[in-house]
Every structure is written in structure tokens, then in C-alpha cells.
């Protein structure tokens, strides 16, 4: 199973908004809305921000938020705050039971 | 307040086996299926394994079939990965991670993660 695809890195100021893609294929992201997002700050434990597509888990903040199209999903993360500076990670339920995330985007706050 | 704990690893040549094994807390554990995700040093998150709430359902990855397997005792609320044939590609820091109601595929809570060297 191939991983997603990401973009390696995104920056944004301060207040602005991002948006991450993550493109799979059929077999994952195009087939099915089991898409999940996930923060890891630098030596840290990944966390879940969004699943299912565009929910959000108790406690995450509404200024994340997630969409699909077709094989691409993206997570939006507006009025970006230095707090948000870590890397980012999708990922899909895919056929015959397995799991791929993507690459890994990395996003900077200028 | 949701924990997970992992241990077991460490320095492991290769060919050789290590279990790592992730003690939970705070939660109904037999209630949720169970994952594994590894992250080799500088690199990006792998799906390894995952185990449901009776372990009656069992899914690896591609690339460890064969010769990781999971498992989990419900009674001592703990989750293991044997790793067998170890492989220089194998070092990692492998996290436990809980499953959601939602779907198996979500990971909501996940522990601080173990490393396993693998190195002569």
C-alpha cells in the first residue's frame, strides 16, 4: 500500500489561513470518507485533529477544519497561530483492511 | 484521564525478537480495538498493526506480515507487538494507539512511544 501524498512543507503568518492536501486514490481517499488528520509537534505523541473527513474531536479547536474531493482531502487551519507550527499528517482507511498516511507535511509559522 | 504506556523495547540485533507490550489506563480497554504505528528516526508515520476488542479481527501491514504479531490481554488492560526477524528497516519509535467508536482507523489517544534499535 502506497503512502498518501503530501506536501512536503507550507507556511503561512500569523492569522493567515493554509491548507494541506493529501492526494491518494481509488483505493483509499476516492473510495471511502474514513480520512483522519493528525498534529505532531517535535518529540511528541501525533494527535488526532479531524476524522471522518471534516469532524473534529473534543476538545480541537474549530479554526481547524477538513474537506475531500474526489482522491484529495484537505485540512484548512485558519487564523494560524505559532501553536500551530508542527508537522502534519493524513491519512485513510483503505482496502482489505489497512491503514496508509501520508508523507508528512511540515508547516511553518513566519 | 486516558494513558497509554508503553514498553519492552530497546537494542535488538538482527534476526533477533522483542516484544513491546503498552499498558492502558482510564478507559474500558476491552471495549476499543487497538493499534500500532511506528516512526522510524527523521521519517513519517507507518500503520503496523491492529487488533479488535476481543482480538477476534486482526490486521498487519504489508510489510510486517508474517512476521510481527499482535495481541492483547484484556484482563491486564495491555496491548503487545512481537516482532520477530528483525530488520535494520525496523528501528523505530512504535507508538499504542486506541481506536475510536467511529471506526477502528481513527486514533485517538496515543501513548509517548518505545524505541526499538535494531543494530549488531
Known amino acids: 500500500q502506497s503512502a498518501l501524498t503530501q506536501p512536503a512543507s507550507v507556511s503561512g503568518s500569523p492569522g493567515q489561513s493554509i491548507t494541506i492536501s493529501c492526494t491518494g486514490t481509488s483505493n483509499d481517499v476516492g473510495e471511502y470518507n474514513y480520512v483522519s488528520w493528525y498534529q505532531q509537534h517535535p518529540g511528541k505523541a501525533p494527535k488526532l485533529m479531524i476524522y471522518?473527513?471534516?469532524n473534529r474531536p473534543s476538545g480541537v479547536s474549530n479554526r481547524f477544519s477538513g474537506s475531500k474531493s474526489g482522491n484529495t482531502a484537505s485540512l484548512t487551519i485558519s487564523g494560524l497561530q505559532a501553536e500551530d507550527e508542527a508537522d502534519y499528517y493524513c491519512s485513510s482507511y483503505a482496502t482489505t483492511n489497512t491503514k496508509v498516511f501520508g508523507g508528512g507535511t511540515k508547516l511553518t509559522v513566519l | 484521564e486516558v494513558q497509554l504506556l508503553e514498553s519492552g523495547g530497546g537494542l535488538v540485533q538482527p534476526g533477533g525478537s522483542v516484544r513491546v507490550s503498552c499498558a492502558a489506563s482510564g478507559f474500558t480497554f476491552d471495549s476499543y480495538s487497538m493499534s500500532w504505528v511506528r516512526q522510524a528516526p527523521g521519517r513519517g508515520l507507518e500503520w503496523v498493526s491492529t487488533i479488535s476488542t476481543r482480538g477476534g479481527s486482526i490486521y498487519h501491514a504489508e510489510s510486517v506480515k508474517g512476521r510481527f504479531a499482535i495481541s492483547r490481554d484484556n484482563s491486564k488492560n495491555t496491548l503487545y507487538l512481537q516482532i520477530n526477524s528483525l530488520r535494520g528497516e525496523d528501528t523505530a519509535l512504535y507508538y499504542c494507539?486506541?481506536?475510536?467508536?467511529?471506526?477502528?482507523?481513527?486514533?485517538?489517544?496515543w501513548g509517548q512511544g518505545i524505541l526499538v534499535t535494531v543494530s549488531s
Open positions: 471522518e473527513v471534516s
Open positions: 494507539a486506541k481506536g475510536m467508536e467511529s471506526g477502528w482507523y481513527y486514533l485517538d489517544f
